[in-house]
């Protein structure tokens, strides 16, 4: 079971570096995301943080992923 769950977490991490940065990407490049003076919009930043967090979570689970894989070895 600690396999399958490590193998999970792992995966996880995975999905969210590839798919959260390109989110982001898109995001930054939405009209929305800058105002007329080329200032930040809280679309931006509100996104900015959604991102953050969700890589945030993708670095605990690798860590736990691989503390499981080690543990269970």
Sequence with gaps: MTLALS???????????????????????????????????????VHAVLVGIALLLAALSAVAGVWGLVAGA
Excluded: H, K, Q, Y
């Excluded at 193998?7 to 898109?26: D, G, S, T, Y």
């Design 7 to 45: 193998i999970l977490l792992l995966c996880n991490a995975v999905w969210n570096v590839v798919v959260w940065p390109r989110f982001f990407a898109r995001v930054a490049a939405d009209p929305r995301a800058r105002a007329e003076d080329g200032s930040t919009t809280a679309f931006w930043r």
